[in-house]
Structure formats: structure tokens, C-alpha cells
């Protein structure tokens, strides 16, 4: 039958009609389809050893079910076909192992069978055993020679047998790898399809999206257009709101600070006004003093009283009451008003020095405006 293709980088399998020996060629074979890949590359990919690839490529061992549905489905294998080969190859090995153990009971019966007849040889060199022992010889050597063509047309069958199986199973490989083709291609179109349609629909799904997002971001900007010129409405609203409120508090506190300065002022002409009243009372009272120590002094000197003339002058002295600052024309009698004219112009004159003080307190506010002073009703005549 001569070698077996080898796999990449494999050394050739030997032709000893073993089943798993022909396993491992059609793994290699699917190997090779798959575009040989290294045993580091299936441990990584697929998992399990080196030891356990070099064994299963090489037709040292059989894998078992898991290690080659992993194999098959990395290779791109029908795995439900390759099962099935697994289970066939390892019925064949059993039935190998049972064939192979009756051949050497048949090899070991036949080696006995010679040892018996080299006896037999020995025996016959003795002429007084020879007969006596021939009969026995023979009957057991026929038993046995009939059991040993037993065993070798048993042989004989399973041999055939198993070279039925494989020449069925030569028969079927080219099928099998045909049938792995068309399903390979098969595959593939279909992946090249799905591959299409998966790109399309992610495409279609792409643009959708991009449409979405440049309908939300015009959306958006639109809005935030919107909410920015609102905002700038609401701004200028809320400054000219602010700025009327300002203007309104600044004249309020305009309209509270001139009335606090008017009654500043108001307070000050009162006083002042009080101040200029009370000193008219004591210059009555020094000049109503006055006459009546005057008279008093005359009363005395017409009497002759010098002594009390000179005490009533230290007295007025003493006083402060100077002749000099009576002034007999201005004030005639106690209960002498003074007249309409000389209050308007001492209540004039008192407004005047009012206005100067505040001018002089507040610079600024009389810069701008003046603020005519509040007069008070004149005082009625008793």
C-alpha cells in the first residue's frame, strides 16, 4: 500500500494497516486543509499539550471525545462525522486487539505443538517406547492439529474481515473528504453571505444612527438657541427690573436723606431760633435789671444814700450789665415784641447761616441741587 502523506513538518506514518494509524493520517489530512497549523498555535487556540498533539498526529494514541470535538470544530471539521469515525476506529482497535490476542494463542499453541513433536522425535529414537506411546502421540497431536486449523480458519476470517473494513473504509475516505469540500465551501459561502448581510444591515444601521444623532443635535442647537435668547430676555428684563429698582431705592434714599438734612436744618433754626430768644429774654431781664436798679441808685441819691448808690453800681457790675449794651430805644417796656420786619430778617439771616453749614457738610448734593428751606409760620402777636 507504501506510505501515508505525512503532514507538515510530521514524518511519514507507517503502513501497518492499523486502524489508528489511518486516524491520524485523516487528521492530518484535515490539518492540512485547515493550513497546517502548528501544535503551539492548537494549544493556544484549542487548548490541552504539546505531548497530547504529538500523539494524536503520529498515531501513538486516539483522542478522546472532547480532545477531538475541539480539534475537529477548530479545524473546521464536521464533528458529528468525525464522532461517528471515532467510534468505528476504536470498535476496529478492540476487535484488533481480540484478532491479534487469538493469533498468538494459535502462534503459542503451534510452538507447543512443536516442542511436542521434537519430544515426540526423541521419544521415537527409543524403540521400546515408540509403540507402547505412538497411539497416545498421535490421538493428542490429531486433537490438537485440528484445534490449530480452528484457530487458523478463524484467523483467516477476521483477516478477511478487517481487510473488508478497510478497503470499505478506503472506499469512503475520497466520499468523506468530498463531502468535507462541499461542506467547507458550503460553510464559507454562507459565512461570506452572513458576512454581506451582517455589513449591510450595520451600515444601514450607521447611517440611521448618524441621521438620528444630526436630528438631535439640530434639535439641540435649536433649543439651546431658544433657551440663550430667552436667557438674553430674561437678562435684560432682570437688569431694566434692577436698574428700576436702583433708580427707585437711589431716590428713595435721595428723598430719606434731603428730609433727614431738611429736619437737620429745621432742628438747627429751632435751636438757633431758641438761642436768639433766649438771649432777647436776658438782655429784657438785664435791661428791666437795669431801670430798676437805676431807679433805685436815684431814689437813693435824691435820699442822700451814696453808699447804696456805689453797691447797687458794684452789683451791676458784678451782673455783667453794662450801661453801654442797654439800648433804651430798642426795648421799651418789659413785654416789648419784637416787630414783623426784625424777626422775618433775623429768621432770614438764621436760614442763611443754615444753608452755609449745609453746603458745607454736604458738597457734593449741594453741587447739584439746592433744596429751598421749610419756613415756619410766623409767630402771631399775644
Do not use: C
Amino acid at each position: 500500500m507504501g506510505e501515508l502523506m505525512a503532514g507538515r513538518g510530521l514524518k511519514p506514518l507507517p503502513d501497518d494497516g492499523h486502524p489508528r494509524t489511518q486516524f491520524a493520517q485523516d487528521l492530518r489530512t484535515l490539518r492540512e486543509q485547515a493550513g497546517a497549523p502548528s501544535y503551539r498555535i492548537l494549544v493556544e487556540k484549542v487548548g490541552y499539550t504539546l505531548a497530547t498533539y504529538s500523539s494524536i498526529f503520529n498515531g501513538k494514541a486516539l483522542p478522546d471525545l472532547e480532545q477531538l470535538l475541539d480539534l475537529v470544530g477548530y479545524l473546521g471539521g464536521n464533528t458529528e462525522e468525525w464522532t461517528k469515525h471515532l467510534k468505528s476506529v476504536i470498535s476496529a482497535e478492540e476487535q484488533l486487539k481480540i484478532d491479534t490476542t487469538k493469533q498468538r494463542d494459535v502462534y503459542a499453541e503451534i510452538d507447543s505443538l512443536k516442542a511436542e513433536l521434537e519430544g515426540y522425535q526423541l521419544i521415537a529414537g527409543d524403540p521400546e517406547s515408540v509403540f507402547a506411546r505412538a497411539a497416545k502421540v498421535q490421538a493428542d497431536a490429531q486433537k490438537r492439529i485440528s484445534t490449530a486449523a480452528q484457530i487458523e480458519v478463524n484467523l483467516r476470517t477476521a483477516a478477511a474481515r478487517i481487510e473488508s473494513q478497510l478497503d470499505e473504509a478506503s472506499k469512503a475516505l475520497p466520499l468523506a473528504q468530498e463531502r468535507a469540500r462541499e461542506i467547507i465551501d458550503q460553510a464559507r459561502s454562507a459565512a461570506r453571505t452572513i458576512e454581506y448581510r451582517a455589513r449591510a444591515k450595520a451600515t444601514d444601521h450607521l447611517n440611521e444612527a448618524q441621521d438620528t444623532a444630526k436630528s438631535l443635535l439640530n434639535d439641540a442647537q435649536f433649543e439651546a438657541s431658544r433657551t440663550v435668547e430667552k436667557a438674553g430676555i430674561e437678562s435684560r428684563r432682570l437688569r431694566a427690573d434692577a436698574g428700576r429698582i436702583v433708580d427707585q431705592l437711589v431716590q428713595e434714599g435721595d428723598r430719606y436723606l434731603q428730609e433727614a438734612r431738611e429736619d437737620r436744618l429745621q432742628a438747627e433754626l429751632e435751636r438757633q431760633r431758641g438761642t436768639a430768644q433766649a438771649e432777647r429774654m436776658k438782655l429784657r431781664a438785664k435791661v428791666d435789671l437795669y431801670r430798676v436798679i437805676v431807679e433805685a441808685q436815684q431814689k437813693l441819691l435824691d435820699a442822700g444814700g451814696t453808699e447804696g448808690a456805689e453797691s447797687l453800681d458794684i452789683l451791676l457790675q458784678d451782673l455783667g450789665i453794662n450801661a453801654a449794651d442797654i439800648n433804651s430805644q430798642d426795648l421799651q417796656g418789659r413785654h416789648r415784641r419784637a416787630s414783623p420786619r426784625s424777626s422775618e430778617e433775623e429768621t432770614s439771616l438764621l436760614a442763611d447761616n443754615l444753608r452755609e453749614l449745609a453746603d458745607s457738610e454736604y458738597p457734593a448734593k449741594a453741587s447739584a441741587r439746592k433744596v429751598p428751606l421749610p419756613r415756619r409760620p410766623k409767630p402771631q402777636d399775644n
